[in-house]
C-alpha cells in the first residue's frame, strides 16, 4: 500500500434507499491513522452510508474504493483483511463462550480448513484484555449484559486486526469509563498502528476530543465534512440537529450543551 493511497474511499457516492437519498455526489478520503466522525439526527443515513462504505450494501451511484481497490475486485476474505466491520445490531444464534466468539476475529487469516493456533489465542487474549474483559473467557455470551457484549464485539474486531475499522455507534450500551476507554483505544489504534477509522456517533463533544474530521448528514442528501475544528460549529450543529445548541469549553475540552 502506498502512503499516498487512501485505506477509504468514495467517489461521488450517492446512497439512496426507497426513494429517499441520504448522501449525494458525495466525495470521502480517509487515510492511515485518521480518524473520522460521522454526526447526524436519527434516520439521516448515517448507518445505511457506513454499510455501504463497508461494501455490505450497493450505491446508487459512485463507487467505494478501499486501499485503492473495490470490494468486487478484492473479494470477501481481502476486504475482511483490510476492512473490519462493526454493525449496530448484532444477533447471537447460539450459545457460545466469549473467548469462542472472539476467536471468529481471526477467521479472515486463516487457510480454507485451518484451525485457530496459539497464536490466534494470544492475539484474542490481548484484545478481551484491552476491552477490560479478561476474566469472561469461558463466559456464555448469553448471560453478558449489553455493554458487555459491545465491548466483546470490539474486541473480535481487534482480533481481526484490520487496517480499517467502520464502526456504528461502537460506544452504544457503554457505561461513561468504558465509552472513554474504547474511544482511547481506537484512537492509540489509528496513532500506533496507523489504522483509519471511521464511527458513527452522537456526541458532538467526544467527536471533537477524539476524532481529525466530521462529516455531517443532514438526511436530504446534502453532507459536509472537514477537518473536527472548523466543522463541528455551533451553527453548523444547530442546524443538523434542528436544535439550538451552544457551546462551553474547559482545560481545552469542549461540550455542546441545548439552549
Not at 159 to 180: G, T, V
Request: proline residues 3%; charged residues 25%; glycine residues 8%.
Amino acid at each position: 500500500m502506498s502512503s499516498k493511497t487512501p485505506l477509504l474511499e468514495a467517489r461521488k457516492l450517492t446512497v439512496s434507499i426507497g426513494g429517499k437519498t441520504f448522501c449525494r455526489d458525495l466525495d470521502l478520503t480517509l487515510h492511515a491513522g485518521e480518524r473520522l466522525a460521522i454526526l447526524g439526527r436519527n434516520g439521516a443515513g448515517k448507518s445505511t452510508l457506513l454499510s455501504v462504505l463497508a461494501g455490505l450494501r450497493a450505491e446508487q451511484s459512485g463507487e467505494v474504493l478501499i486501499d485503492g481497490l473495490s470490494y468486487a475486485s478484492l473479494g470477501a476474505r481481502k476486504s475482511a483483511l483490510v476492512r473490519g466491520w462493526l454493525p449496530q445490531v448484532r444477533g447471537d444464534a447460539f450459545a457460545s463462550t466469549v473467548l469462542e466468539t472472539a476467536l471468529v476475529g481471526r477467521h479472515p487469516h486463516l487457510d480454507r480448513w485451518g484451525w485457530e493456533s496459539d497464536k490466534d489465542a494470544k492475539i484474542v487474549r490481548q484484545a478481551l484484555a484491552a476491552v477490560d474483559l479478561t476474566s469472561y473467557e469461558q463466559r456464555d455470551i448469553q448471560t453478558l449484559s449489553g455493554g458487555e457484549r459491545q465491548r466483546l464485539a470490539i474486541a473480535t474486531l481487534l482480533a481481526q486486526a484490520p487496517q480499517l475499522f467502520l464502526l456504528d455507534e461502537p460506544i452504544a450500551h457503554l457505561d461513561l469509563k468504558h465509552q472513554i476507554a474504547m474511544l482511547e483505544l481506537f484512537s492509540g489504534t489509528a496513532r500506533d498502528c496507523g489504522a483509519a477509522v471511521a464511527m458513527v456517533l452522537h456526541e458532538p463533544a467526544l467527536a471533537w476530543r477524539f476524532c481529525d474530521r466530521a462529516l455531517l448528514m443532514h438526511g436530504d442528501g446534502r453532507t459536509e465534512s472537514g477537518p473536527t475544528r472548523e466543522i463541528l460549529t455551533v451553527d453548523r450543529l444547530s442546524a443538523l440537529y434542528q436544535y439550538p445548541l451552544q457551546m462551553l469549553e474547559c482545560d481545552g475540552r469542549v461540550s455542546f450543551i441545548p439552549n
